[in-house]
């Protein structure tokens, strides 16, 4: 069990944005313990590998978990309790896009008007998707990115704020989350053409503020970040990477008008990283914290204010604990 010292806890933390976080993490605060939480062993290895040959001295342990699976992050809740006893930073992190081809009619139609700013910030309107459905019966892109988080938090909360030091909860939302997507009597986004992932971000959004609501008072406080557009899988599933290699000198320019165009996971963890170095209690817990990267390669974060009403906040914490309890696992 780690006593001493922080612990940073990074669900995805094997791949992309979230071994960026990793790496920047163990740079940032020397003495942490950090837990990868990763659906797949082999993966989670390899990026351990990665990061003790940069941080040869580093406490770094792995916990399998699929947060697409109720009952996965049961079990992984469980055994980070055994390991831990308290949680200085959980990052939610891991997400998934099921992206089936990109509207290219709508990009042409609206690269030279005045939505220009808005589709390249957002990608709303650009993206095809598909619905998926888990074997617990849960939509999947909600389950992985949303609800899986939710009851590993809420599992996890014995160990969250303890003894007088805080605990923050570090959501990887997106500037994809549009309220347009997003319906609260239908939160899993069911039998909808698309708009799955915006969807599920939004509602991360939501939850944030909830949470806040919930648990400032036991010294749990919830952020939400937007790491911009990243090359990452989950962006070569929609692209392949020759495309992005391709058009990389148009991001230099396209940052001129959209600064969210950070192209790598070291730009685009800024906003994660800042926050570990922030007084939690300080923040605004209803601003999105935005890694923005300028035309000269300056990195900073920017502070997005939400619009998002309590009680649409209460209404889907309440419709997330109501789920939850259908799974019953106790
Ligand atoms: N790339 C971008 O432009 C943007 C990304 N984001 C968000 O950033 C986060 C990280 O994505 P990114 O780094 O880009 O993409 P990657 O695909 O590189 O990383 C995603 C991570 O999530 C993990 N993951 C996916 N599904 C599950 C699951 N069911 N259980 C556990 N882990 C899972 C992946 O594991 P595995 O390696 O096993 O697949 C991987 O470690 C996501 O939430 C994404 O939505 C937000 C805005 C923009
Ligand atoms: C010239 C050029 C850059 C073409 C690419 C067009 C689109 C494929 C991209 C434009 C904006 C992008 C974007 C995303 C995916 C790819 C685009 C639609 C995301 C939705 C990826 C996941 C996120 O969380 C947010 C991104 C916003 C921007």
């Known amino acids: 069990m780690a006593t001493g010292g922080k612990v940073a806890i990074i669900t995805g933390g094997n791949a992309g944005i979230g071994l960026t976080v990793a790496q920047r993490l163990l740079t940032e605060h020397p003495e942490l313990t950090l837990c990868l939480a990763c659906r797949s062993k082999p993966r989670a290895e390899a990026a351990r590998d990665v990061l003790l040959l940069s941080h040869p001295k580093a406490s770094i342990s792995i916990v399998l978990v699929d947060t697409s699976n109720i009952k996965s992050v049961y079990q992984a809740a469980k055994q980070l309790k055994q390991m831990y006893n308290h949680v200085d930073y959980l990052y939610l992190n891991a997400g998934i896009m099921k992206v089936v081809g990109v509207n290219w009619d709508y990009f042409w139609k609206n690269l030279f008007s005045s939505k220009f700013i808005h589709m390249f910030t957002t990608g709303d309107g650009l993206l095809k998707e598909k619905e998926e459905i888990t074997e617990e019966g849960l939509e999947t ?107 990389l ?3 230099w320019l396209l940052r001129i008008f959209v600064p969210t165009m950070n192209y790598d996971t070291y730009n685009g963890s800024e906003a994660l990283v ?20 300028n035309f000269w390669g300056t990195r900073y974060v920017h502070q997005h204010k939400l619009k998002i009403e309590d009680k649409t906040a209460d209404n889907l914490y309440q419709q997330l604990v109501q789920l939850e309890q259908t799974f019953n696992h106790k």
């Open 249 to 251: 000198p148009i991001f």
């Open 274 to 293: 800042w926050l570990s170095k922030q007084q939690p209690e300080s923040l605004d817990a209803r601003c999105k914290y935005v890694s923005h990267c």
């Open 141 to 247: 892109v909600f389950a992985t990115n949303v609800f899986g988080h939710f009851v590993l938090i809420k599992e996890l909360e014995d160990i969250l704020g303890q003894n007088g030091c805080p605990t923050q909860l570090i959501w990887t939302s997106s500037s994809n989350a549009v309220e347009t997507h997003f319906d609260i009597d239908n939160i899993q986004h069911r039998n909808k053409e698309g708009g799955h992932y915006s969807s599920s971000k939004y509602s991360t959004d939501v939850l944030s503020i909830a949470l806040n609501i919930q648990f400032n008072n036991k010294g749990i406080y919830s952020h939400v970040t937007c790491p911009g557009l990243v090359m990452t899988n989950l962006t070569f599933g929609i692209l392949p990477s020759w495309f992005w290699n391709l058009i």
